[in-house]
């Protein structure tokens, strides 16, 4: 069965990538991502868009970065495709707003699968609490290019209404724009932890971003200064 705590604890460092962050190659994708997980990033979500990867090469893609993500004791996940993350037997699946309904995703995808869902309001917040979602997505925290669909900055006062709105049981990660000095805000606002895309595939050392993006989480969780 879902184990939420376990969730919350990997959650930390939220990498969000596809070959559209990584110069359209699956194999420095790969390369990136494993950087990225030996720098401490605990949760691992394949976001494939605008890619020109067949089914099949998605699915390969897909299924090297679950081998590694349980290679380093991460939780993988996918974005979107229900069947994509039924196929690969992934730990969760993230939706937004825009797709499938919870209820349906959750009769697709059986009790054993992470549910993600994006929230960007105290409602749609609660709509996914009440629907069983295991973990939510908030954001925009800032300003991002790297998802279009991403939506006006909420900041970190609106993950903190949606905390409030949702209390302390249900998992939150906050997404969009975020970077390493702006990460401790999102987590003093309530955050279990950032997701990130280009913080990390960007950066020169993808290992040395992730792990430093590490070290702000663990601080901010032994309550020590920032």
């Known amino acids: 069965m879902r184990n939420t705590e376990r969730l919350r604890e990997k959650m930390g460092v939220y990498f969000v990538v596809g070959t559209q962050d990584c110069g359209y190659s699956a194999a420095r994708t790969l390369e990136i991502v494993e950087q990225a997980l030996k720098g401490g990033a605990g949760t691992l979500q394949l976001r494939d868009k605008g890619s020109k990867l067949t089914r099949e090469e998605k699915a390969r893609l897909g299924a090297e970065m679950k081998r590694l993500a349980h290679q380093y004791q991460a939780i993988f996940f996918v974005n979107d495709d229900v069947d994509l993350a039924i196929d690969l037997q992934a730990d969760g ?28 309001t105290v409602e749609e917040a609660r709509e996914a609490m009440a629907g ?6 908030v954001g ?3 300003a991002t290019a790297s998802k ?3 939506g ?24 969009g724009g975020i970077t390493l000095e702006n990460a401790a805000a999102v987590l003093a606002a309530g955050a279990d932890g ?9 950066a020169a050392s993808p290992e040395q971003a992730a792990r430093e993006l590490n070290e702000v989480v663990n601080r901010t969780r032994n309550g020590q200064p920032r």
Do not use: N
């Not at 069983?132 to 997505?137: E, L, N, R, T, V």
């Not at 909420?154 to 049981?169: D, M, T």
């Not at 950032?194 to 960007?202: E, F, H, L």
């Open 194 to 202: 950032v997701a990130v895309i280009s913080a990390i595939s960007k």
């Open 148 to 150: 279009a669909d991403a």
């Open 93 to 120: 699946v993230h939706v937004g707003q825009e797709d499938m309904h919870l209820k349906d995703v959750r009769a697709l995808v059986g009790e054993s699968m992470y549910i993600g869902v994006s929230a960007g």
């Open 152 to 175: 006006e900055p909420i900041g970190p006062a609106g993950l903190g209404q949606i905390r409030e709105a949702v209390g302390g049981s249900l998992p939150i990660v906050g997404i």
């Open 132 to 137: 069983g979602a295991d973990c939510i997505g």
């Open 140 to 142: 925009a925290m800032y």
